[in-house]
């Protein structure tokens, strides 16, 4: 039973970081229809930031600084997800296979630019030291750190609804992701909610970089690794343009994949991509997604 | 006083040539009726207005060019656009329909002219808009245009697909929209057309074939002549 609910919470807490790419993902795709494949880049990004911040500017490792530490990372990711908007998505809107390329071409570069700067081996991200103590619950014992993934992952679904639901962009966003040109009829300038999308999305990304570097015992320009392709599946399973689709998918992913991985032995990917094919077939608009009219 | 001035107006979709050289204007504080066979580019030449096709040729609302322009720059200059198919946002409730369509200078009153223009609403604002009625989604996309100033409103055909009750409903709404409005409705229903146009183009195989008085839809020679239906109904 201990391994179960072991199973259960680093499940959850894995799916948390799949939820913190797969949100932006989501939402750049439903309202811009970008296909945005520098976002595991932007995942790097955030983590090297963070990383820079931790062990240059506030190196004592607390939890503050740690949460610190994170912020930078999702504001550097937010920063250069907005430039690249405005240097290159802008110029191609509807011209859905270069975005495809260009992205892939940005992805390929600023994994470049890092491996030069930093090489390829890890480099330790510095934690607070209550993050390597266990947590009981029950007769299980679970991982500190998980806690922090899961929280972190609530808190930008609470902050991304906040947003949505309660703010003039957010309506706009929720509006555009349905009907952008009948947005733009209105007289709204669409592309601000764009920019805002690609920030936001971003810096949901440089957070999840930050969290996947602790997860991943280190930060290097190979940790977005299989991220960016479960981020995908995420965004695919939970609905396009989903927020709390992708939520919902990614715990569902994480949990399945875990116990697939421990009770069928290392079968969780296979489980995973199973699952994506049954909701392709059964429900192809995803869990929470809508059927195009 | 002319408010719309279209030259030469040419649209390409893909390989098709849509519009073919239409050129008219629209009187300022007048209906202008567009009517036409199905087919002929009456909502292709609306959203070329709006900027939602690329066209060439010369599109000038008050003296400005709106060829080049983009649809947010055309909407916040004063156009509004009422599309065929209402577009209103299903997953939105009523109210944020409404908010989302107000701009900075919208003021409360508006909101109580809607609701008193159509009171259903009011009632509604908490529904999700995709759950209205056909006839209600009509109000709703009529309502979110009248929130604001506009200079010139464009509607597609309003009456497309409702009930006839609907039809009459919707048409009452407009009739009393129209009073001092600028307007260019593209309406196939001729009734609704006699009640509020005061001004009539007729489409043909993407050129304006009739540009003058509505008084000819009483002709129902004529109106069978150049649009293909009998001269009766009336909502």
């Known amino acids: 039973m201990d391994t179960f609910i072991l199973m259960g919470i680093t499940g959850i807490g894995l799916g948390a970081l799949y939820f913190l790419i797969a949100s932006g993902l989501t939402l750049i795709y439903g309202l811009m229809g970008v296909l945005n494949f520098a976002h595991g880049a932007l995942l790097t990004v955030g983590a090297f930031a ?12 607390n939890t503050t600084n740690f949460l610190l530490s994170m912020i930078v990372g ?59 103590k266990g947590i009981k619950i029950g007769t299980a014992i679970i991982p500190a750190d998980r806690f922090m993934y899961i929280g972190v992952a609530i808190a930008l679904l609470i902050g991304n609804w906040a947003l949505l639901k309660f703010t003039r962009i957010g309506l706009i966003i929720r509006a555009g992701v349905e009907n952008r040109t009948m947005v733009s009829a209105l007289g709204i300038n669409v592309k601000r909610a764009f920019s805002a999308v690609f920030f936001l999305g971003g810096f949901a990304a440089g957070v999840g970089g930050v969290l996947v570097s602790i997860y991943s015992n280190g930060v290097s320009p190979l940790i977005a690794g299989s991220y960016l392709i479960y981020g995908f599946i995420v965004v695919v399973i939970g609905g396009l343009g989903s927020v709390p689709g992708s939520f919902l998918a990614a715990m569902l992913i994480g949990i399945i994949k875990q116990y697939a991985n421990y009770y069928v032995t290392g079968l969780g990917d296979f489980v995973v991509v199973l699952l994506l094919a049954i909701v392709l077939l059964v429900r192809p608009q995803g869990l929470l997604g809508r059927v195009n009219s | 006083m002319t408010a719309l001035h279209v030259n030469d107006l040419h649209v390409r979709i ?27 580019g009456k909502s292709t030449t609306l959203k070329a207005i709006m900027g939602l096709y690329k066209g060439t040729g010369s599109i000038t609302f008050n003296g400005v060019e709106l060829i080049g322009k983009e649809t947010f720059e055309i909407a916040s200059s004063g156009i509004a656009y009422i599309p065929e198919d ?30 008193a223009l159509f009171p259903e609403l009011q009632s509604r604002s908490a529904q999700r808009a995709g759950s209205l009625s056909g006839g209600q989604q009509q109000m709703v996309s ?10 010139i409103i464009l509607v597609d055909e309003p009456t497309k697909g409702l009930a006839p009750k609907l039809v009459t409903e919707v048409a009452d709404a407009l009739a009393k929209v129209a009073k001092n409005e600028t307007m260019i409705i593209v309406e196939q229903n001729l009734g609704l057309v006699k009640r509020v146009a005061e001004h009539l183009l007729v489409m043909d195989q993407g050129r304006i074939i009739y540009e003058g008085s509505p008084e000819k839809l009483s002709d129902p020679e004529w109106v069978h002549a150049m649009l293909g239906v009998s001269g009766g109904g009336a909502h």
């Not at chain 1, 963070?50 to 490792?61: E, I, M, N, R, S």
């Not at chain 1, 859905?96 to 890890?122: E, K, R, S």
């Not at chain 2, 009529?142 to 100033?149: C, Q």
Request: proline fraction near 2%.
């Open chain 2, 86 to 115: 209402r577009e209103i946002f299903s997953t939105l409730t009523v109210k944020e329909n409404l908010e989302l369509a107000a701009r900075k200078s919208t003021k409360q009153s508006a909101y109580e002219q809607i609701y």
């Open chain 2, 14 to 40: 893909n390989q098709a040539h849509i519009l073919q050289g239409v050129s008219f204007t629209v009187p300022k504080h007048k209906v202008t009726a567009l009517m036409g066979r199905n087919g002929v």
């Open chain 1, 74 to 132: 999702g504001l550097a990711a937010g920063l250069i997800a907005l430039i690249a908007e405005q240097l290159v998505i802008t110029k191609l809107y509807e011209r859905h296979m270069d975005q495809a390329l260009v992205t892939v071409g940005l992805a390929l570069v600023i994994g470049a630019v890092l491996a030069g700067w930093f090489g390829n081996d890890l480099h330790t991200y510095p934690t607070p030291l209550w993050f390597a």
């Open chain 1, 50 to 61: 963070g990383l820079w911040f931790a062990t240059k500017v506030a190196t004592a490792t």
């Open chain 2, 142 to 151: 009529i309502a979110r245009v009248l929130l604001n100033e506009n200079e």
